[in-house]
């Protein structure tokens, strides 16, 4: 019974040792070309920098892609650098983006049918604590 369980952990270790070994291999690769590298083109280097402000960092997440030093945000300012190099405008780079990682890579959030009870929260919030306030101060008055 002991050699079977020890068997078992054994085959679990290697098991988990070959699904997390090409996430671990992803972090040694060298950083894309223009990870660190500035466009030569200096207007065109100020888009790229501009919109890379406004992207969040997937690993990071309080950070921006532009402050960043993990290797995906490196990857995201290549891509980003590569396509405004290209000729591409900022904003079909930012939906590119969006549409690849999602809203959350966004700084900027997009009402949409599914984001809109977060921007109509804060107003519905509000309009409930002056109801219950406007109730409260009436009864104050009355006695």
Do not use: N
């Not at 290697?14 to 660190?36: E, G, M, N, S, V």
């Not at 490196?74 to 809203?103: F, N």
Request: aromatic share 8%; glycine share 4%.
């Amino acid at each position: 019974m002991m050699r079977a369980l020890l068997l078992a952990l054994f085959a679990l270790m290697a098991l988990a040792q070959l699904t997390l070994q090409p996430l671990a291999a992803q972090d040694l690769l060298p950083p894309a070309p223009y990870a660190y590298k500035q466009l030569p083109d200096p207007k065109q280097e100020a888009k790229a920098q501009a919109l890379m402000e406004t992207l969040r960092c997937l690993k990071c997440q309080s950070q921006s892609i532009a402050d960043s030093d993990a290797p995906m945000a490196g990857d995201m300012r290549h891509q980003v650098r590569t396509r405004i190099a290209a000729g591409e405008d900022p904003e079909a780079i930012r939906q590119w983006l969006i549409e690849r990682y999602g809203d959350y890579v966004s700084y900027t959030p997009q009402v949409k049918p599914i984001t809109w009870p977060l921007f109509a929260a804060p107003v519905l919030i509000l309009l409930v604590a002056a109801f219950l306030l406007r109730g409260r101060f009436r009864r104050g008055s009355k006695t």
